[in-house]
């Protein structure tokens, strides 16, 4: 079915290309890379003049020169006419000097530092150095075109027109295979502007295989890779709520810092969506507008549909720094209808934020403002996050250094409110001021480190909306750390080459007393996912509203192989777990729906964590290897396992292969637990050098059901590249899928013809990087 569908679109892309009256074809942005492929056309050798030519100078040399009355000269045989910027040769010429051209005959040839064509005559006016000739053909060497005119005008380094033309970035007839002539436009005029970069032409008609596919009465192309206003290639494409879609594209070059895109949508289904993408780069800063706009979905009960999204970032007063990011939709629906995969399409909520940082010698400070759009109305009131209106952090460290005593004082100053939330009959809301005094004596040397620390937290609250909680709660607890650790190697030779081992043991200790914290409301603490580092932190929650007591101690080691010739990581060992000395009696809860806490069940105190293991081995070029296991040894279980491998023989070949296991602790705090089962397989996969195949199947072994699939072809010519894809994923969490078909054709040269999928596939296949480049 996926091919039929991308045979049924590239039908679609010819007769929107036959419909489009009249076009401009712009440069979005330059592009990295060469020049297209060398095209098959041999360039005789250039004329070398033996004398030295001054600007203006003219220069003829024949076998044969008979001067005749009036100032007109016969010349015969070998004829090579030169000036400072250009050469010609012919078999005969006529030169009147009172008149200042020249006529050439009999196989002509003209060389200028960007063109070299031939033809049957020419005509050359001296003075100006322009020529007309007559059965041309050329070749560009900037852009690696050519073509050919029935009369063509050249006024060298500055303009190239003609009669009856062709333009091409194909092999000529001697090129061979499918890129043979694949395509080429044809003009009663067309100009090639070698100052602006631009071609354009009357009456276009650009032919596939000697097929034409599209007429324009004016038409406009770029010679170049720079960036130039004027309509893109359309796009098509196809989506379950939308149906069947094509774009045009305006491209609006603002100014060589500034640039937006103006894009008609239109959708089979929906109706006609306007959007715009503007963006800007300024000194210290750049940013991002995007905006859709539906007006009168058909599908959504003629409702109007929209989505915002602004994003920048800008320096000031050299250490100061603003963030923003602000997005909009008009309806909790519009990313799981128009959203491309399943992580955009099953977006609970949209972030709002504005960060303005400011970092001194020794001191840094945070102002942000933070709340949330709540796409997925499902989620329960009293989980939704809360908004930060506003945050103040502020960080000094006056004294840092090696074998120093190291002062740090970390604090946080938040209001948090839900107001607007329905379906809150008491909710809790008000302020939190929390501050973190440390010091530490951190010793390290090349073979080993020692950093004790003392550090005492205390948390203020002052509640507007206190619930069941004191109107002021507060708590203090002292938090106490040891982390030390040692590095060992060795040197050895094997097979003539060297290599390095390493043994890494680290000994963490950590005592936080407990504290019943009960009558703290909970704002954002969450518990921190469970891996390595989590082993090494201080607090088991995130955010400042609970502090875990634990009395551990945590033992880890680590080993790694490297290849001392190249520097290479061959392998690499991580063993962790931590021993619990005394129970953790912090519970992890949830504010209920009114306001009371609740405590969502954690198993038994357990005297040891699970055992984490995470490996990674590199022992050949093209075989990545890579393995994390969360052994939970007191439930004889797996907690969390992921399996990677990832082969890579060379260049654009990669086939990777996943498999993962989560298995939901119990008491997260704003999560439900769900255990999680996956198998994950990519490949892109050349069949030939210019023929590439790209897949992924993205399968859910705990629920039975595939969450992305896709597989897509791609051919990447001298003169044009296609990539065709068919997809279906999951769209949402409750299990409705969505299906497309993207196609990109690119004619090299003149723009590319559909949806871009470069962001897909490496979104989608680690490893792929686009190998093979539209332009």
Request: charged content about 25%.
């Amino acid at each position: 079915m996926i091919f039929v569908g991308v045979l049924s679109f590239m039908w679609v892309s010819c007769l929107l290309l036959l419909l489009w009256g009249g076009a401009v074809l712009a440069q979005e942005a330059p592009v990295a890379g060469g020049p297209f492929c060398p095209i098959v056309f041999q360039v005789p050798e250039r004329p070398v003049v033996d004398v030295e030519t001054e600007e203006g100078d003219t220069y003829l040399n024949a076998d044969s020169i008979d001067l005749t009355e009036k100032g007109i000269s016969h010349l015969t045989g070998s004829v090579e006419m030169s000036t400072d910027t250009w050469q010609a040769r012919a078999d005969n010429a006529v030169y009147n000097d009172p008149g200042s051209f020249v006529d050439l005959s009999g196989d002509v040839k003209f060389w200028e530092e960007s063109l070299f064509l031939s033809g049957d005559g020419a005509h050359i006016d001296v003075e100006d150095s322009t020529a007309t000739v007559s059965s041309a053909e050329y070749y560009l060497h900037d852009s690696d075109a050519r073509g050919r005119a029935d009369e063509l005008f050249i006024d060298p380094g500055t303009l190239t027109s003609g009669k009856g033309m062709s333009f091409t970035t194909c092999a000529p007839e001697n090129g061979g295979g499918i890129e043979e002539n694949f395509w080429r436009i044809s003009a009663r005029e067309l100009h090639l502007n070698h100052d602006t970069d631009r071609g354009s032409g009357r009456n276009i008609v650009l032919k596939i295989k000697d097929i034409p596919v599209f007429y324009a009465p004016y038409f406009t192309f770029p010679l170049s890779r720079e960036r130039k206003s004027g309509f893109l290639a359309p796009g098509i494409g196809k989506n379950s709520h939308g149906g069947v879609e094509t774009r045009l594209p305006y491209y609006w070059n603002i100014a060589p810092n500034m640039d937006a895109t103006i894009t008609p949508r239109v959708l089979a289904n929906s109706g006609v969506m306007g959007m715009l993408e503007f963006r800007y780069i300024r000194t210290g800063g750049e940013g991002r507008v995007n905006l859709e706009y539906l007006p009168g979905d058909v599908g959504f009960d003629d409702r109007d549909r929209s989505m915002l999204n602004i994003e920048l970032t800008q320096s000031f007063l050299g250490r100061g720094r603003l963030y923003v990011d602000y997005n909009q939709a008009s309806d909790p629906e519009y990313l799981e209808d128009f959203g491309t995969d399943l992580a955009i399409s099953s977006t609970r909520y949209l972030p709002r934020r504005a960060d303005v940082t400011y970092r001194g010698r020794n001191w840094n400070v945070l102002g942000r403002l933070h709340s949330y759009q709540i796409v997925d109305q499902s989620i329960r009131v009293t989980s939704r996050p809360y908004k930060n209106l506003p945050r103040l952090q502020f960080r000094y460290r006056p004294l840092s250094g090696n074998k120093k005593i190291n002062l740090d004082l970390r604090t946080d100053f938040t209001y948090f409110d839900r107001t607007g939330e329905t379906g809150v009959t008491v909710d809790v809301t008000g302020f939190r001021a929390d501050l973190y005094p440390t010091i530490s004596y951190p010793i390290r040397t090349q073979a080993a480190f020692l950093v004790p620390r003392v550090g005492v937290r205390f948390t203020q609250y002052e509640l507007d909306k206190q619930g069941p909680f004191k109107k002021s709660p507060n708590r203090t607890l002292p938090i106490v750390s040891v982390d030390s650790g040692v590095f060992l190697e060795r040197d050895f030779r094997m097979r003539d080459r060297d290599f390095q081992h390493t043994l890494e043991p680290r000994l963490f200790y950590l005592y936080v007393p407990h504290e019943d914290q009960n009558d703290l409301p909970v704002f954002d603490s969450s518990v921190f996912n469970l891996d390595y580092n989590a082993l090494f932190r201080e607090n088991r929650f995130s955010g400042y509203d609970r502090i875990g007591d634990t009395n551990q101690v945590t033992l880890a080691l680590g080993s790694r192989l490297v290849n001392r010739d190249t520097g290479k990581q061959l392998a690499s060992l991580q063993v962790a777990q931590s021993f619990y000395l005394e129970d953790q009696d912090v519970i992890r809860q949830i504010l209920g729906a009114q306001g009371e806490l609740v405590d969502i069940g954690i198993p038994e105190n357990d005297l040891l964590s699970p055992l984490i293991v995470e490996a990674g081995a590199n022992l050949r070029d093209d075989l990545t290897l890579g393995a994390e296991i969360y052994w939970d040894i007191n439930d004889r279980l797996t907690r969390k396992m992921a399996l990677t491998a990832q082969y890579n023989p060379e260049g654009s070949k990669v086939i990777n292969l996943a498999y993962r296991v989560r298995r939901a602790a119990t008491g997260q705090i704003r999560r439900t637990p769900t255990d999680i089962e996956q198998s994950d397989v990519s490949f892109s996969w050349p069949l030939t050098d210019k023929l590439n195949t790209v897949g992924r199947w993205n399968y859910a072994v705990s629920e039975g059901r595939t969450l992305d699939l896709f597989f897509g072809v791609e051919y990447e010519g001298c003169c044009f590249a296609i990539k065709a894809v068919g997809r279906r994923f999951l769209s949402n969490l409750e299990g409705d899928f969505n299906t497309g078909f993207f196609l990109q054709l690119e004619l090299k040269g003149l723009g590319s013809i559909g949806q871009r999928t470069v962001d897909l596939l490496n979104q989608a296949i680690p490893g792929y990087g686009d190998s093979l480049p539209l332009q």
